[in-house]
């Protein structure tokens, strides 16, 4: 069993950062695939990133060059750092972990955090 709690959301002006943070308890972070995803209202939840146990990294295209995903496994914490944000990113995002992944795409999640909200707003 893990326990996953996000941390990190808020308010940000486009073109901004922010960093979203997951801290996991419970079970091994280590061998742990870790990804984020996010949801707007009325829409499906969107894979974002992930980060695989032994450090390989995936992005979905529109946030290619914009966000980078990290893992601190001595504290049992994901990252995702957001920069260049635009309106568009507003979302609640949402931290999970997953034994397997499917061309770098948690399949399926087995754990989900309860979401943080992130709003891209002037």
């Known amino acids: 069993q893990v326990q996953l709690v996000e941390s990190g959301g808020g308010l940000v002006q486009p073109g901004g950062s922010l960093t979203v943070s997951c801290a996991a308890s419970?079970?091994?972070?280590?061998?742990?695939?870790m990804a984020w995803f996010r949801q707007v209202p009325g829409k499906e939840r969107e894979f974002v990133a992930a980060?695989?146990?032994?450090?390989?990294?995936y992005y979905t295209d529109s946030v290619k060059g914009r966000f980078s995903i990290s893992r601190d496994n001595a504290k049992q914490t994901v990252y995702l750092q957001m920069n260049s944000l635009k309106p568009e990113d507003t979302a609640v995002y949402y931290c999970?972990?997953?034994?397997?992944?499917?061309?770098?795409?948690?399949?399926?999640?087995?754990?989900w955090g309860q979401g943080t909200q992130v709003t891209v707003s002037s």
């Open positions: 999970a972990a997953a034994f397997t992944l499917r061309n770098g795409v948690p399949s399926p999640p087995s754990y």
């Open positions: 980060i695989t146990w032994n450090g390989n990294i």
């Open positions: 419970g079970s091994s972070f280590t061998w742990f695939n």
